[in-house]
């Protein structure tokens, strides 16, 4: 079955940095675009970053831009999301997710088919 694993979650201080992974298994990695979304609590889930299944495009959300780049190594089957300089506002759980194959660049959580556990990220001012 298809496995997403988050890790690199944590505490830190505003205007730190975080790193996540996510390590896929079960599906032809190269072919799935893939996302990361957080959930804040009492807010909606939100796309924070995605990139292409070849890699050649990539969103980010506006309050991502400039901080945050998202990027795969299909030879690891593993997506990564570098955050720096973290806000308070940046507090949410992290879910990696990953979309039907061979789709256009996606966005929308229902354009997603699988998803990780989710890794708390916690930013303190």
């Known amino acids: 079955q298809v496995q997403l694993v988050e890790s690199g979650g944590g505490l830190v201080q505003a205007g730190g940095s975080l790193r996540l992974s996510c390590t896929a298994s079960?599906?032809?990695?190269?072919?799935?675009?893939m996302g990361w979304f957080r959930q804040a609590p009492g807010k909606e889930r939100e796309c924070v970053a995605a990139?292409?299944?070849?890699?050649?495009?990539?969103y980010y959300a506006d309050s991502a831009k400039g901080r945050f780049t998202i990027s795969r190594d299909n030879a690891k089957n593993t997506v990564f999301l570098q955050m720096n300089s973290l806000k308070s506002e940046d507090t949410a759980v992290y879910y990696c997710?990953?979309?039907?194959?061979?789709?256009?660049?996606?966005?929308?959580?229902?354009?997603?088919?699988?998803w990780g556990q989710g890794t708390q990220v916690t930013v303190s001012s």
């Open positions: 997710a990953a979309a039907r194959p061979w789709g256009s660049l996606a966005v929308a959580a229902p354009d997603y088919d699988y």
């Open positions: 079960g599906l032809t990695f190269s072919s799935h675009g």
């Open positions: 990139v292409s299944w070849g890699g050649g495009s990539t």
